[in-house]
């Protein structure tokens, strides 16, 4: 299945096909010249794919050399960044070749950013490996790095030339890494898609918190403040509530503490000076954009 992604001025494909992962190369000589190109990925998935990838894109008549980095978010930072830096420059890459992404949203966000400010630009790829990077970061342009003082605070919007999404490779993730994901597809199904909602609905359930985590307790949260208020219908936090209940998603956290949160809204990428942009929706399906001071905000931190 092949979605095109119509943006202007940077139009690009996603292609879905289960074992296309074996293909990358054919796929990617769709898109590119033969010529250098860097996978970048972590060393959890290098041991799984890059192996794989990297065959595929030889054969296809690509260069390839591989950099991985240690799995985790702490290590989306820009002593990483430097790191890559440095290993195009070993490898001789110039502003014709290209960076393929391998990985989650950590390995997307990280190689996106780096592949936008290489040469002040090359091109790159991704192919997204775990479910969130799948139907969310992977796609849109997003790439980011994290700093001392808030979450992706540097970073760019740089368009893929393309995205390869094997869902086959699923099956290597573990429970709670699925379970994240699903946290991302029930909010896109609740904003956008009350088709994807439906079919949520008939199917059977599936340290730090994650991001999809952290995305199905920002839902209940904000909607249950929000229903109070009179911006969204009566019911609806109990719908959200029970979908995330039903694929295992938490919906609450231990108590938080509100000025530390509060002091990390004012660094959210949504902010714009004193405002920060919330999504509320009116009905399942859809989705409205209302705009809050941060200091109506903390309204929406008391559980």
Known sequence: MKIRIDIPHHPYDIQIEKGCLAQAGQWLRELWQPQKVVIVTDNHVASLYAEKVKLSLEDAGFQ?????????????????????????????????????????????????????????GIHFVQIPTSLTAQVDSSIGGKTGVNTPFAKNMVGTFAQPDGVLIDPLVLETLGKRELIEGMGEVIKYGLIEDPELWALLTELDGYGKVMHGEAVAMGMVQISKVAEEKGLMPAGITQSITEMCQKFSLPIDYESWDVDKLYQALTHDK??????????????????????????????????
């Not at 009116?282 to 929406?300: C, F, N, Q, R």
Request: hydrophobic share 45%; aromatic share 8%.
């Open 64 to 120: 390839v050399a591989v950099f991985d980095f240690l799995e985790g978010e702490e290590r989306k930072n820009l002593t990483t960044v430097q790191k890559v830096y440095e290993f195009l420059v070993k490898q001789g890459l110039t502003r014709s070749d290209g960076i393929v992404a391998l990985g989650g949203g950590v390995v997307g966000d990280l190689a996106g950013f780096v592949a936008s400010t290489y040469m002040r």
């Open 270 to 303: 949504k902010a714009r000076g004193n405002t920060l942009k919330l999504v509320l929706v009116p009905e399942l399906g859809s989705a409205t954009i209302h705009s809050v001071s941060l200091e109506e905000m903390k309204d929406y931190l008391v559980k």
